[in-house]
Structure formats: structure tokens, C-alpha cells
């Protein structure tokens, strides 16, 4: 392997029994981190304990945090990491003159599960429970941590697309390789697909059995999670859907077309448009919207609405509307600076979202989602229809947007039009 990140690439993910960084080149730091996989509701992060003086301080990470912050440790903080895996090992090196050497070793057939064999624990050697008890503080866990487990069929998580079986989507858009293996670089795309396949197991109950189902996918972009629903629902569920996916880019369009016909989908279709002015049905049971930006999800959110959809999830994108409108006096120390004003603008928007979408007659919530493009967009809402009254503005929710001097497209989106206009129509 020629680079740090070709090692990393190859070494820290599912695979990482552990990894540990020493040769420390500070006095002030840490004299050593140990790095392994825990399982930490229901996903697994990389915890690194970092040995400083007699305490041992914890920190959890993503694969992409934990690649990042061994990067920056051995750019001037380590001079040596060593990886053990499950199928691969793997060692960096950097000199005092800078001199950065990169070895791997591939494991035996015999050596691949990590695990010793029942004699070697009779006789005295270290197994899984005798770590748990090990009391020097390297292995504490945290309230509702747990260590990954080391055999590959046990840590595992057992996704709703299953690693080793071909997903034809998956292979074209280089998650998979055509034998059904997951792309080390594209993990995290693999897991995200799941993750947001699990939202849509959630409300399941939700969508009728009988009678085929719409599903309206705006900003439906390269189409990741387009593929995968129309897969999840009607492939391997025998849900009778119609999805439709709905994007600006004509290039875009053209390309996830083209792979549908191929794949013999032929209730997936794509057009070329935008949310605001999109009238091709009349009825949906589910609207998806992720990164619409701005207002484009103000306007997703009202079609859905209009449309009576059982089911909304969006994970918003660019919420610029509210940034330019928020001030408080009271607030005003805060808002001073332009990026703590960006982000409490764009928790307002989704909360102001939530909240009018309450009123429509949904139950709604705000999950946490990580995102396809690792940004910090990582906020899904998940409204579920509960009735078809809709209620008037909470005094709560209007004594607050009128405090902070918001006008949120949505509330005016929703707002019900005088009766001598609708009857003009």
C-alpha cells in the first residue's frame, strides 16, 4: 500500500480487532491509544482509549472520525501504528527524519476469526471474559458501550441487504462488487442505505397491503435510496409500489432511468422537475425528500400534505430562510457569531417543521441520520399520519416564531386560504 489513507482504507473498519499508536512524540500527551471496535446502540463506533499519566480516557468515533484522528496522530504525535484485523495486520512507521513505512501482512486461513482456541485458554492464556475483567481500566466500558465481538458472523450487524448477496444497484454504483462483497471505501454508504431501510421497516404498518402504493422520492439525486426502497418494498416485501423520483438534473434523470430499465423495475421511474410545480398525481402515501435544500422541503412537506401522505420522511439540506431572518435581543450575544447563528437557525427550521407538521394531524419526530455526503446535515423528520384534523398554530409555537421574528415558507404554505378564494378557483 502506497499511502496512509490506502492503509486505513484496507484496515479500520469491520474488520479491526484493534489497532494501537505508541512511540509517542510528546511528553505532554498521551504515551499510547488503543482502538477497537464497540457496539454502541445498535451501530458500531471506534472507541480509542488514550493512556495519559494513570488515567485512561475514552473517546468514541465513526470510520470516518477515527480515520481522520489517526491520520493527525501520526503526522506529529505517534511514530507507530499497528493494526490487528481479522484477515489483515498491518504496520506504519515514521523515522525522526520523517521517513513514513507502510507494511501489511495477510492472515492465514487458520488465524482469520482473532479468536485462540480452547487450548490455549485452558492454559492460561487471556480470552473474551478475562479481558472484561481486566483491572487496569484499559477495557471500562461506558454506560451503553459494548465491545463489537470479535468473530465476523457475531459483529457483524445484521443489515437489511445482506452482505454477500448481489444487489444490482448496489454493484453498478460501486457499493458491492458483483459478488455481493462490500467495496472497503464504501462501507459507510452500505450502512447508511440500511440505516435509512430500517426507518422505512419502522412504518411498515403504516402502508396499506391491498392496493398499490405511491411514493414520491423529491430530490431524488444519484438515487442510492431510491434503488434501495424500490428493492426493500417490492423485491424482497412483495409491497405493490409505485415509486417516483423527482430531480432538476436532466443528466441525472436520464442516467437512473437508464438503470432502472435495465433492472427490470418497471413501476421506478424518474423525471425531470421541480417540487413546487409538480402536479403528475394526485395522491401519494409517502413523500421522501432528502436535501431538498432551502425551501424546496417546505414545499415537499406542504405537497404531502395536500396529497393526505401517511407518511413523510426528509432529511432537510441548506436552510438559509430562517438564517436570514432570526433576531432576539435576548439572543443577540450568540447570534453575534455568524456560525452559531447558522446552526440554531437551522435546528428552528426543523423544529418550526416538526412542530406545523403536528398540527397538520401527524406524529411527528426528529432522528438523528447520517448522512450519504458526511455532512453536517445528519437530522431526519419522520411524520406519520395519526388523523386528518388539522389544528390551529400552538400559542406556544406562534409566541416563539414571533419572538424571533420568523416566517417560516412552511406556515405560510399550510395556512388555510379564505373561503371566497377557494371558491374563485
Same mark, same amino acid.
Given at each position: 500500500?502506497?499511502?496512509?489513507?490506502?492503509?486505513?482504507?484496507?484496515?479500520?473498519?469491520?474488520?479491526?480487532?484493534?489497532?494501537?499508536?505508541?512511540?509517542?512524540?510528546?511528553?505532554?500527551?498521551?504515551?499510547?491509544?488503543?482502538?477497537?471496535?464497540?457496539?454502541?446502540?445498535?451501530?458500531?463506533?471506534?472507541?480509542a482509549s488514550a493512556f495519559v499519566g494513570n488515567q485512561v480516557l475514552h473517546s468514541n468515533y465513526t470510520r470516518e472520525e477515527v480515520c481522520e484522528y489517526l491520520e493527525k496522530a501520526m503526522d506529529g504525535?505517534?511514530?507507530?501504528?499497528?493494526?490487528?484485523?481479522?484477515?489483515?495486520?498491518?504496520?506504519?512507521?515514521?523515522?525522526?527524519?520523517?521517513?513514513?513505512?507502510?507494511?501489511?501482512?495477510?492472515?492465514?486461513?487458520?488465524?482469520?476469526?482473532?479468536?485462540?482456541?480452547?487450548?490455549?485458554?485452558?492454559?492460561?492464556?487471556?480470552?473474551?471474559?478475562?479481558?472484561?475483567?481486566?483491572?487496569?481500566?484499559?477495557?471500562?466500558?461506558?454506560?451503553?458501550?459494548?465491545?463489537?465481538?470479535?468473530?465476523?458472523?457475531?459483529?457483524?450487524?445484521?443489515?437489511?441487504?445482506?452482505?454477500?448477496?448481489?444487489?444490482?444497484?448496489?454493484?453498478?454504483?460501486?457499493?458491492?462488487?458483483?459478488?455481493?462483497?462490500?467495496?472497503?471505501?464504501?462501507?459507510?454508504?452500505?450502512?447508511?442505505?440500511?440505516?435509512?431501510?430500517?426507518?422505512?421497516?419502522?412504518?411498515?404498518?403504516?402502508?396499506?397491503?391491498?392496493?398499490?402504493?405511491?411514493?414520491?422520492?423529491?430530490?431524488?439525486?444519484?438515487?442510492?435510496?431510491?434503488?434501495?426502497?424500490?428493492?426493500?418494498?417490492?423485491?424482497?416485501?412483495?409491497?405493490?409500489?409505485?415509486?417516483?423520483?423527482?430531480? @432538476?438534473? $436532466? *443528466?441525472? %434523470? +436520464?442516467?437512473?432511468?437508464?438503470?432502472?430499465?435495465? !433492472?427490470?423495475?418497471?413501476? &421506478?421511474? =424518474?423525471?425531470?422537475?421541480?417540487?413546487?410545480?409538480?402536479?403528475?398525481?394526485?395522491?401519494?402515501?409517502?413523500?421522501?425528500?432528502?436535501?431538498?435544500?432551502?425551501?424546496?422541503?417546505?414545499?415537499?412537506?406542504?405537497?404531502?400534505?395536500?396529497?393526505?401522505?401517511?407518511?413523510?420522511?426528509?432529511?432537510?439540506?441548506?436552510?438559509?430562510?430562517?438564517?436570514?431572518?432570526?433576531?432576539?435581543?435576548?439572543?443577540?450575544?450568540?447570534?453575534?457569531?455568524?456560525?452559531?447563528?447558522?446552526?440554531?437557525?437551522? @435546528?428552528? $427550521? *426543523?423544529? %418550526? +417543521?416538526?412542530?406545523?407538521?403536528?398540527?397538520?394531524? !401527524?406524529?411527528?419526530?426528529? &432522528?438523528? =441520520?447520517?448522512?450519504?455526503?458526511?455532512?453536517?446535515?445528519?437530522?431526519?423528520?419522520?411524520?406519520?399520519?395519526?388523523?386528518?384534523?388539522?389544528?390551529?398554530?400552538?400559542?406556544?409555537?406562534?409566541?416563539?416564531?414571533?419572538?424571533?421574528?420568523?416566517?417560516?415558507?412552511?406556515?405560510?404554505?399550510?395556512?388555510?386560504?379564505?373561503?371566497?378564494?377557494?371558491?374563485?378557483?
Amino acid at each position: 500500500m502506497k499511502t496512509q489513507n490506502d492503509f486505513f482504507d484496507k484496515l479500520i473498519n469491520e474488520q479491526l480487532i484493534q489497532a494501537v499508536l505508541s512511540g509517542p512524540r510528546r511528553k505532554d500527551g498521551a504515551s499510547r491509544v488503543k482502538i477497537r471496535p464497540v457496539e454502541l446502540k445498535g451501530e458500531i463506533y471506534y472507541q480509542a482509549s488514550a493512556f495519559v499519566g494513570n488515567q485512561v480516557l475514552h473517546s468514541n468515533y465513526t470510520r470516518e472520525e477515527v480515520c481522520e484522528y489517526l491520520e493527525k496522530a501520526m503526522d506529529g504525535s505517534f511514530s507507530q501504528l499497528q493494526v490487528q484485523g481479522l484477515e489483515l495486520d498491518g504496520t506504519i512507521l515514521v523515522s525522526k527524519k520523517g521517513k513514513v513505512t507502510i507494511r501489511t501482512k495477510q492472515k492465514a486461513d487458520t488465524q482469520k476469526t482473532g479468536l485462540k482456541g480452547e487450548g490455549d485458554r485452558k492454559n492460561g492464556s487471556k480470552g473474551e471474559d478475562s479481558r472484561k475483567n481486566d483491572t487496569n481500566g484499559e477495557d471500562g466500558w461506558r454506560t451503553g458501550e459494548r465491545p463489537a465481538r470479535i468473530l465476523s458472523h457475531n459483529r457483524v450487524k445484521q443489515y437489511i441487504l445482506k452482505e454477500g448477496i448481489p444487489v444490482p444497484f448496489l454493484v453498478d454504483l460501486g457499493v458491492m462488487t458483483a459478488g455481493g462483497k462490500i467495496v472497503a471505501s464504501r462501507y459507510d454508504k452500505f450502512r447508511q442505505i440500511n440505516r435509512f431501510l430500517e426507518y422505512i421497516e419502522d412504518i411498515l404498518p403504516q402502508l396499506p397491503r391491498d392496493r398499490e402504493i405511491t411514493i414520491l422520492d423529491f430530490g431524488c439525486g444519484k438515487s442510492y435510496l431510491t434503488f434501495a426502497m424500490y428493492y426493500y418494498l417490492r423485491e424482497l416485501r412483495g409491497y405493490d409500489v409505485n415509486i417516483i423520483g423527482l430531480d @432538476l438534473k $436532466t *443528466d441525472v %434523470i +436520464r442516467k437512473c432511468s437508464h438503470l432502472a430499465e435495465t !433492472y427490470g423495475y418497471e413501476k &421506478l421511474h =424518474f423525471y425531470q422537475g421541480d417540487i413546487a410545480d409538480y402536479e403528475g398525481v394526485s395522491s401519494v402515501d409517502m413523500v421522501v425528500t432528502l436535501h431538498a435544500c432551502d425551501t424546496a422541503t417546505d414545499y415537499a412537506h406542504a405537497k404531502a400534505v395536500e396529497w393526505g401522505a401517511e407518511v413523510i420522511l426528509s432529511v432537510p439540506c441548506c436552510q438559509h430562510e430562517l438564517n436570514r431572518q432570526i433576531r432576539n435581543e435576548m439572543l443577540s450575544p450568540v447570534l453575534h457569531y455568524g456560525i452559531l447563528k447558522e446552526r440554531m437557525a437551522a @435546528l428552528m $427550521t *426543523d423544529g %418550526i +417543521r416538526a412542530q406545523l407538521l403536528e398540527e397538520q394531524g !401527524y406524529d411527528t419526530q426528529i &432522528l438523528e =441520520f447520517i448522512d450519504m455526503e458526511h455532512t453536517p446535515k445528519n437530522l431526519l423528520i419522520r411524520a406519520v399520519r395519526k388523523e386528518k384534523v388539522r389544528h390551529a398554530h400552538t400559542p406556544a409555537l406562534e409566541d416563539m416564531m414571533r419572538k424571533l421574528h420568523v416566517s417560516p415558507t412552511l406556515a405560510a404554505l399550510l395556512k388555510p386560504r379564505p373561503e371566497t378564494e377557494r371558491k374563485g378557483e
